[in-house]
């Protein structure tokens, strides 16, 4: 009885270690473009840029981050193909404002470690409020990088 509770058990702490461990060691790419973002055909301006910093030691991160605001009052976020992040588990695309990132602004799951990205800013969130772009781990609640959106 006490040897398939201890394979269980194994095999389900081997499996978290493994989705906790892993993304450190694997790269995931993007080549998204800013025609693939679906309301380019709308028209838009570039109301900020930033480039990334590093976040916690041991959490590296580079590349530009681009906020578009369309003519139809919709906005999006778009990493350049200069980016670059640690990877980690459970990592998400936040903005921020002042050094502080907002737990209510999540804006999308991140979608790879590397290369040009795009993200439509949910309609609930003021982006103009912001002046941030964060990359957080929600899994340990760590900063793996952010932007300082500066106006265009």
């Known amino acids: 009885m006490k040897k398939p509770l201890f394979a269980i058990g194994a095999i ?3 499996a978290i270690a493994y989705w906790l461990i892993s993304p450190l060691f694997i790269v995931t790419t993007v080549n998204e473009t800013v025609k693939d973002l679906p309301n380019e055909g709308v ?6 840029r930033g ?3 590093d976040g916690e030691p041991g959490h590296h991160a580079a590349g530009t981050a681009v906020l578009l605001k369309y003519t139809d009052g919709n906005y999006a ?3 350049e193909d200069d980016f670059e992040v640690t990877n980690g588990p459970d ?3 936040y903005f921020g404002r002042d050094g502080v990132y907002d737990k209510n602004a999540r ?3 991140l979608k790879a470690s590397k290369g040009g990205q795009n993200y439509m800013v949910p309609k609930e ?5 912001y ?3 964060w990359i957080w781990c929600r899994a340990f609640s760590v900063k793996f990088g952010a932007a300082k959106l500066l106006p265009s």
């Open 12 to 14: 389900a702490i081997l």
């Open 43 to 48: 028209g838009s301006i570039v109301m900020s």
């Open 51 to 53: 480039d990334f910093t």
């Open 77 to 79: 976020v778009r990493f």
């Open 91 to 93: 990592l998400f695309v």
């Open 107 to 109: 804006i999308s799951n």
């Open 125 to 129: 969130i003021d982006a103009s409020r």
């Open 131 to 133: 002046d941030e772009l």
